[in-house]
């Protein structure tokens, strides 16, 4: 489950960025998957079957807006062991009047270095260490003319162990979100923040059991490509709880 609120925000023309860029957009959403045990887990390749409800906030407020929420279920596999890359499936019913059904193709890439858990046997080393981080997300809408969607976000900083359960990570970062199609539309900010994590029991198949984070951000818009609106200074806040 995640929700993100911003103390204020200019939406784009176009709220199907929020189904692939749930931190961007003042929004939540709560997700349930299944990996099966004999086929699910393949030497690094995962096949995972999963369903989620999701749905935007009115601006400057956590209060969920019920008339832009949709339900998906979908399929996605990891085809490649040593990366963290994925592709999707999935069929969008609306169940908000500002919404539509439609079915989406996705592919998802996130490269990091430093920002894993450290292993067991290194929990005895407090201290910091630096970390970046690379997250890429593509999706087409393949029914009613809807757009094509792109994110990317970009993150550097540097990360505290503060016992075996918790992280705090300062970094700087820098985004785009982007709709592609008869009205293309972008935005583009970079910032600064900080993230709390905090981990629960670890498991061989599907790694820790929880993997919970807390986190603030203060940002400026470098672009938009909405003419009428101004570059805004951006405070968001969120939390993402998985188990």
Do not use: C
């Amino acid at each position: 489950a995640y929700h993100s609120g911003n103390l204020k925000e200019v939406a784009l023309a176009n709220s199907n960025a929020a189904l692939i860029a749930p931190y961007r957009l003042a929004n939540g959403g709560i997700e349930v998957s299944y990996q099966p045990k004999s086929i699910g887990y393949q030497n690094g390749r995962q096949l995972q079957v999963y369903a989620r409800s999701i749905w935007n906030s009115s601006m400057q407020s956590p209060v969920p807006s019920h008339d832009s929420s949709s339900v998906g279920v979908g399929v996605r596999y990891k085809p490649l062991a040593k990366e963290d890359a994925w592709v999707s499936l999935e069929h969008l019913r609306s169940t908000g009047d500002n919404s539509a059904d439609n079915t989406m193709v996705r592919g998802t890439y996130r490269k990091s270095k430093g920002y894993d858990w450290p292993l067991d046997d290194r929990l005895d080393e407090r201290g910091s260490r630096r970390f970046s981080d690379i997250y890429l997300d593509l999706a087409q809408l393949l029914e009613n003319d809807a757009p094509g969607l792109a994110y990317a976000e970009a993150r550097v900083g540097r990360y505290w162990i503060l016992n075996d359960n918790w992280i705090a990570a300062p970094h700087g970062y820098v985004r785009a979100l982007g709709e592609f199609g008869d009205n293309n539309n972008h935005l583009i900010d970079a910032g600064v923040g900080i993230s709390a994590r905090m981990r629960g029991a670890y498991d061989f198949y599907e790694g820790y059991k929880a993997d919970n984070e807390f986190y603030l951000r203060v940002g400026q818009d470098i672009e938009n490509s909405n003419a009428d609106a101004e570059l805004e200074t951006r405070a968001s806040v969120g939390v993402k709880l998985s188990y």
